[in-house]
């Protein structure tokens, strides 16, 4: 990671979970970070649990991905301020309860769908434009699940997945669409998923609406999200010439 001291990386949904650990481990690898989320007070508070030099290197600004207009403001001002940006890790999602068949839950679903893929769309569109423009090394890291290779069937005794896999479907889709964009535009950034797209398995986090934690977390092996974030700056630190395209991690006893 030495080559990317004191470069700038943007994490999206960084107030916890997966984003907030990303958060912490590129500012320990030297990064300067800018961490967007719609809860801007977490990411603040995220800053005191950092050593000194860490905290200065930290940007917590109040994003709602799903706006494009609030996405391009966010990035213009890391633009004007710091110069733009070297790396991008896309990790806001939500999975909203309700129904595909619901006839009361198609807001749920279109809130789903705007974050995790218009999200993403938003966040990569203006990193790789600020990336291209600076003519150096950049690097895009989406985070996807597994749930976006193969759709958990959790039974009839837990709520519906809905539209959440169908998003991460989706993702790995635009990765490859990204990755035939960026060669296009002869750049030297590269795209990998969850990580370049990276997929983790069951992660402790707050994503997971309460009556899905109060079952799995019992009966299923969960990775912590450090687990990712280390995932994350492995790809990262890779040398230049690498593309790593789709990395899978799951916790050890995973049953899908």
Known sequence: MERWQNKVAVVSGAS??????????????????????????????????????????????????????????????????LGGVDALVSNAGIIAPGELSGRDDSAAMRSTVETNIMGTVNCVREAFNSMRERGTEGHVVIINSVAGQQVPNLGPMLPSLNIYPASKFALRAMNEIYRQEFQRHKTLVRVSLSLQTISPGMVDTDILPQEIQGVVKQHMPMLRSADVADAVLWTIGTPSNVQVHNITIKPQGEKF
């Not at 907030?20 to 005191?48: F, P, W, Y």
């Open 16 to 81: 916890a979970g997966i984003g907030a650990a990303c958060t912490r481990a590129l500012l320990s690898a030297g990064m300067v970070v800018i961490g967007l989320a719609r809860r801007q007070e977490r990411v603040e508070q995220l800053r005191e649990g950092l050593r000194a030099q860490e905290q200065n290197r930290l940007h917590a600004i109040r994003c709602d991905v799903k706006d494009e207009e609030q996405v391009s403001e966010t990035f213009e001002w890391i633009r004007r301020h």
